[in-house]
Structure formats: C-alpha cells, structure tokens
C-alpha cells in the first residue's frame, strides 16, 4: 500500500539529535514534503507559532529539557 505523503510538513520534536536524525531519514523514505526540527517543548512552540497553520503532523519526545513533551501537548 503506498500513501502520497509529499505534501506533508511534519514537526520532530525530541532533544536527541541522533532520533531527530534517524526520523527524518525515515520520513524521507516516505516522501515527506518537509520535515521540521526542535530539539525541546519550546523551540517547538515557536515553529508552531510561525508555522503552525503548516504542519500536519507532530512527532514529539515526551521527556525533555526547558519544556518537555507534556508542557508543550
């Protein structure tokens, strides 16, 4: 079953880099339009203030520095 997700812009959030690294590759398999990146809950809050209305999924880390998954959902 192959799914047309290249107009997806999809968030990563995990304060691991190698994971942030290993998830996008992923989402590159599959054709992912862009994939975004932040490295904890706030950095996060700032690329859905500005981008928010153009992301449609959210991959996220629960246990982060600064503000972490739960603070950020």
């Known amino acids: 079953m192959n799914k047309d997700l290249s107009g997806l812009t999809v968030l990563v959030i995990d304060d691991n880099a190698q994971t942030r690294h290993l998830l996008g590759r992923i ?15 706030y950095d996060a809050i700032f690329e859905v203030a500005n981008f928010g209305q153009g ?18 959902m």
């Open 55 to 72: 992301i449609d999924v959210i991959l996220c880390d629960l246990l982060m520095p600064r503000v972490d998954g739960i603070e950020f």
């Open 27 to 41: 989402l590159q398999e599959f054709n992912v339009a862009k994939v975004m990146n932040a490295e904890n809950g």
